[in-house]
């Protein structure tokens, strides 16, 4: 492997690994706090259809990206409706809304956008730094949305490690009944974190548009959101080693852009390095058999209830 393909594909990996960061760190919030959202590629897709469509009708990435994010707050809304107050089951739930995401997202785009695009943003470089051989290039030439990931995992670290709001969090996600006796009021709690989870995930979704074809097709995310819960699993809950696994499955995906240069690789089937991220996922979630989930993540709580 030469150093030009190699630089390549690490460059390729971080940006493929950027969608794949916002919705696991937003998926890091929301099971800690003992919600198991297994809707999130329906978050993301639904993030990514209205980043698109204010992206085309506007011309503005910004209104994109805060169109995707009003978006993931309504998806945080229903969603603690449905998991939180309804205490509706949280696998068949969020199944159930990834399917109804898919189709709703798929239709109104062929209504709404038909094959309408608007310009991608392109790669920003950082004056002095996009010049440092290899990680200049890998880190320093990226779309704004990947800085702006790169900057979200100690944020939100910060977040979960250091504030109230983070202690709670993980407080009620192990003991809900321990932090309603303590005063703390678990269901709203729990809403607001899958408001912020969902919001972190459809920016996954938008980065998509934003870096790719500026406009959206159907099933865009391709199972982009399930990839990101096994990156939570791997990564133990911790926004740091989510960073290093979305990275690997990254790279794993930009594998089948420079197979061509790759001599071991040049004679694999494309179809094999397109599955090849997924069957990663199922490797990485039986290697992390030993994560455990927060001791409350998936079960509804009915307050007061013994």
């Not at 010049?131 to 990226?142: A, D, N």
């Not at 699993?233 to 794993?252: I, M, N």
Request: proline share 4%; with cysteine; net charge neutral.
């Amino acid at each position: 492997m030469s150093g030009g393909v190699f630089t390549t594909l690490f460059a390729l990996g971080v940006a493929l690994a950027a969608p794949l960061l916002w919705a696991a760190l937003g998926e890091l919030i929301i099971e800690q706090s003992g919600v198991l959202n297994i809707g999130i590629e329906g978050v993301m897709l639904i993030g990514a259809f209205g980043c698109a469509y204010a992206y085309v009708r506007s011309g503005s990435m910004v209104a994109g990206i805060a169109t995707a994010m009003g978006c993931g707050a309504a998806c945080g809304l229903v969603l603690a409706l449905l998991y939180v107050r309804l205490g509706a089951d949280q696998i068949v739930t969020g199944i159930l809304f990834s399917v109804i995401a898919l189709a709703g997202t798929t239709v109104l785009a062929d209504r709404l956008l038909g094959t309408d695009v608007a310009e991608k943003t392109g790669q920003l470089d950082i004056p002095g730094l996009s010049e440092i051989p290899f990680f200049g290039t890998v880190l320093f030439s990226q779309d704004p949305l990947v800085y702006a990931a790169i900057v979200a995992v100690p944020l939100v670290s910060y977040l979960m490690s250091g504030t109230w709001f983070g202690l709670y969090v993980r407080a009620i996600g192990a003991r809900p009944r321990a932090g309603e006796t303590a005063g703390i009021g678990v269901r709203a709690l729990r809403t607001w974190a899958l408001v912020i989870g969902c919001v972190l995930t459809a920016i996954g979704g938008a980065s998509l548009v934003v870096a790719t074809s500026g406009g959206f097709s159907p099933n865009l995310t391709a199972g982009r959101g399930f990839i990101a819960l096994a990156v939570v699993v791997l990564a133990r809950w911790k926004p740091l080693w989510a960073a290093a696994a979305a990275l690997l499955f990254g790279v794993a995906q930009a594998l089948q852009f420079v197979a061509d240069e790759l001599g071991f690789l040049a004679h694999v089937p494309s179809d094999v390095l397109l599955m090849l991220p997924y069957l990663l996922t199922v490797v990485a979630v039986v290697f992390a058999a030993g994560s455990r989930y927060p001791a409350a993540c998936g079960v509804p709580y009915r307050p007061g209830s013994a």
